[in-house]
């Protein structure tokens, strides 16, 4: 076999070794032509990240700026750019037509009337605790939580800092306090 004989690379069997090639015994240099080009590579490669590293280049780094070529790319398009102008033009002829102002307006003017009333139903929630907590029922509660309180804290102050805590503070046991 000729080694000047050209190989078509488009060909779909490329780098099939044909029936006759396969009797051909392979040459070791070519091997170890193969074997350093690999320790080559492999040598700038890391080289290469190297270099990278150095300049602060990361894969993240990459693939943010891949990102923005590619969105700037879409942007620009002959397709992205028809279709916004498209929608432009779709925007405008809904934007201006009578059925949407119309919903518009009633949308406005519900949110309007939504808004007075809820502050009104908090207004009068408000009026209403405060009548509650004038009442003499509440009166007569407070009165009674007070009456406990002083019974369990007893002269003490009532800040929590005073406060017997359950394992009892050192003075005075937990189990010598009055129960309610």
Known sequence: MDSAQDINLNSPNKGLLSDSMTDVPVDTGVEEEIVTLRQVLAAKERHCGELKRRLGLSALGGLKQNLSR????????NAYVKT?????????????????????ETLSQAGQKTSAALSTVGSAISRKLGDMRNSATFKSFEDRVGTIKSKVVGDRESSSDNLPSPAGNGDQPLSDHKPF
């Not at 590619?70 to 398009?77: G, L």
């Not at 809904?94 to 119309?102: F, H, I, M, R």
């Open 84 to 104: 916004s102008e498209k929608l432009g033009e779709w925007n405008e002829k809904v934007t201006q037509s009578d059925l949407y102002k119309k919903t518009q």
């Open 70 to 77: 590619s969105w700037h790319d879409v942007q620009v398009s």
